[in-house]
């Protein structure tokens, strides 16, 4: 299944990394759109993607870096458009040519973005706003996510099919009240 999957929507799932998507031969396009990926370097394991043309990654964190773009575009070569925008031959083979530079640009951000997130988290207790009510962060892996997506949509199609049930019996009125048979 994964060979054979053209195009992957992972956008807001809260996916810090990209990893574990070489199985995925045929990709073409890739939304990452508004995740918290900071760690701009691990997008570098898609080159095996030789198919991908299209990524999203607008709304992360590491799409703020200085030469973002450029990182990505020399570091993927076979993209064509990145967050919407055609890639041209100048912009990828400037990119190409002073990609180590910019690779060490790159690191260097992350660095200082995790820092600060570090430091952040230790200012609040060691406690993300997300994490109230919970033991443990959430956080999921690109595998993670594309295994629950169809378990969630299986779910709510099941419940959606028991309201549909109940509101053609009678027995459920405007949002799950109880109708009263005598009025």
Known sequence: MLKQMQYLNL????ITKVENLEKCENLSKLD???NFVADLTSIESLKANIFLEEMYMTGNPCSKYDNYRDFVVGSLTQLQRLDGIDITNTERL???QDLPNIRKSIVAQQEDYF???KKKKEGTGGRWYTDIGSEVAQT???EEVTEEVPVKKKRRAKEEGKRRILEHSGRVHAGNEKRDPQK
Not at 11 to 14: I, Q, R, T, Y
């Open 11 to 14: 956008a807001l799932n809260n």
């Open 32 to 34: 990452l759109t508004v």
């Open 94 to 96: 400037e990119a190409i």
């Open 115 to 117: 820092l600060k997130q």
């Open 140 to 142: 999921a892996t690109i």
